[in-house]
């Protein structure tokens, strides 16, 4: 008669082993996530364009927040405009998606009307997302 069960082999030395390994491995992810959220937001900060009316409003609003134990790393941009100043606006837009007529606006900070065909794109989170890309893919690698 064979009773049916759940059978173990090896010793306990090799399932320590294991677990000090898995321990480290995650440990080392940690250490990558980490330090490519922080190579990602500084790119990010030292590209994001700094306008002398809101001293430097996009760039202070730079975040990131550590999810999942330090396994995730969550990076947003809390400058309701930052998406104007990484594709650009109006006839400047990439792809062309932007207004094609020009427009007239009133500035509160200015305190006058503006007219404008747009503004360039000023890339500041793509270039840090290649970066932080980069380094992972590295780090990563290395681990194996």
Request: no cysteine; net charge neutral.
């Given at each position: 008669m064979v009773r049916a069960g759940i059978y173990g082999f090896g010793d306990r030395g090799f399932e320590r082993?294991?677990?000090?390994?898995?321990?480290?491995?995650?440990?080392?992810v940690k250490r990558i996530v980490a330090e490519t959220a922080e190579i990602m937001v500084s790119q990010m900060r030292a590209l994001a364009p700094v306008a002398?009316?809101?001293?430097?409003?996009?760039?202070?609003?730079?975040d990131v927040k550590y999810l999942n134990r330090g396994l995730t790393a969550v990076i947003t941009v809390g400058a309701?405009?930052?998406v104007y100043v990484e594709w650009g606006t109006g006839i400047y837009a990439e792809n062309?998606?932007?207004?094609?007529?020009?427009?007239?606006?009133?500035?509160?900070?200015?305190?006058?009307?503006?007219?404008?065909?747009g503004?360039?794109?000023?890339?500041?989170?793509?270039p840090g997302i290649e970066a932080g890309a980069q380094h992972f893919e590295r780090e990563m690698r290395r681990v194996g």
């Open positions: 082993t294991i677990s000090r390994f898995e321990r480290h491995v995650i440990n080392e002398e009316i809101d001293g430097g409003n996009l760039r202070n609003s730079i309701d405009y930052a062309g998606n932007g207004r094609q007529d020009p427009w007239v606006y009133y500035d509160e900070k200015l305190r006058r009307f503006v007219f404008t065909h503004m360039h794109a000023q890339p500041f989170f793509r």
